[in-house]
């Protein structure tokens, strides 16, 4: 769906289809050029990583595997305890794997900041992230993450995976959402 048809349910577009396109083009040139001798498994998170996930694993040029991961964060919007509970786990083996997390955005960076304990502590070789957006201003801990497409503001966003109450996932691009939309 375009951008226009919800034209009346955003304030502003934060990152255009166009840039995001561009952005994905640029982070596959350098996982390439990363993980071209070591190979990589790519982890994605449900719900949210779906679109990353699949334009950037097919801009990549080398072969790279998927795996997916579902989480759920406890207390996530008004506590966040940092606690995550696994819905689906991974199918994968990691003992000696590149794994390469592929997030949409980090937020508070709870649920990526235990993710990447469990899977070292699952025997993987390397844990890396790649994630599209970051909200500087809303982070609760410090999460190194090594590609990043763009920092936005703190503002509800959605788009390109971001949902509100699971619509607007499939919009090309990130938009700030209007808050009569969800007040
Ligand atoms: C979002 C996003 C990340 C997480 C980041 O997922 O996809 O996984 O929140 O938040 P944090 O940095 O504050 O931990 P969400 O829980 O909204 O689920 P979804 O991907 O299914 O929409």
Do not use: C
């Amino acid at each position: 769906m375009d951008l226009d048809k919800v034209a009346g349910d955003i304030t502003k577009v934060l990152v255009t289809p166009e840039q995001i396109q561009s952005k994905i083009k640029e982070l596959a040139a350098q996982l390439d050029a990363h993980y071209a001798d070591k190979g990589v498994l790519l982890v994605g998170v449900l719900k949210g990583a779906v679109m990353v996930m699949a334009d950037l694993s097919r801009a990549m040029q080398i072969p790279v595997q998927m795996d997916w991961m579902a989480v759920s964060s406890y207390g996530h919007g008004t506590q966040s305890s940092g606690v995550v509970r696994i819905l689906k786990d991974l199918d994968a083996d990691l003992i000696g794997r590149h794994v390469l997390i592929v997030e949409d955005i980090i937020d508070s960076g709870l649920t990526l900041s235990w993710l990447i304990s469990n899977l070292e502590a699952r025997g993987a070789a390397s844990v890396e992230i790649v994630a599209l957006l970051r909200k500087p201003e809303a982070a609760k801990v410090d999460v190194n993450v090594r590609w990043i497409g763009f920092d936005i503001p703190n503002e509800f966003v959605v788009g390109y995976g971001l949902d509100y109450a699971e619509n607007y996932r499939t919009l090309p691009g990130v938009a700030v959402l209007d808050p009569k939309t969800y007040s």
